[in-house]
């Protein structure tokens, strides 16, 4: 079946496929590997804001485009989503001490310090994770694959996006961000729902956020 997107899709692949990764390269950039030029929270509640906008144009290019966003997961298909936590938790447990003393200090000065800061991080955890997974694995892949009729290709090109939008953690990060990033699609596609990759997001997220300070304050990093 020909399907076609209207102007609103093609704007918001462009939006999440070019103008959010030009973005993240240009805040990298002004960043230069140096710590945030805002406090923290403020950065937080910034990035709220931020993904509550990608969610609001992801749902408009949904409904111009007549396209379901699935929220009622297939339970037995759904527990794989545990495992790709685990295996994410793994990773970053295993990855740490692998990480240059730079990469670790940034991801250090992005987490946060404190219970102060650790309210706003979660709610971002949460806000991100719903607009991140909608937008990318929800209408962005439906929409590329409405172009492209593959799969393959539908994934791969929105995994990549998805990691490069995240540069600012480093190289590094983004290449083991494009891997999960995969496996993400994976769970939404086979589970045939995005609640499954939400709460795995969500989770993955806060845990990152209440573990890795513990290991920055530990290296004296902080």
Known sequence: MAWRIDLWGTAFLLFIGVALPILAFRTKARLRGGVLPIPRALFYWQT?????????????????????????????????AIALLVVALLALRIFWPLRSAESKG?????LPQGRAELVPYLLLCAV???????AYRGVAYRLLF?????????????????SLGHALQGWRSVAVIFLFAVGFHAVVIY?????PAILVHF?????????????CAKERLL
């Open 106 to 110: 940034r991801l250090c000065d992005l």
């Open 203 to 215: 989770a993955y997220d806060a845990i990152a956020g209440l573990v890795v300070p513990r290991w």
């Open 191 to 195: 589970g045939q729902s995005l609640l």
């Open 48 to 80: 709220i804001l931020f993904q509550i906008v990608i969610y609001g144009f992801a749902l408009v290019a949904a409904g111009t485009n007549t396209i379901a966003l699935t929220l009622v997961p297939q339970t037995p298909r759904a527990m794989w």
């Open 146 to 162: 409405r172009v492209t009729h593959s799969i393959a290709i539908s994934v791969a090109v929105i995994a990549v996006v998805f």
């Open 128 to 134: 991100a994770a719903i607009a991140e997974e909608i």
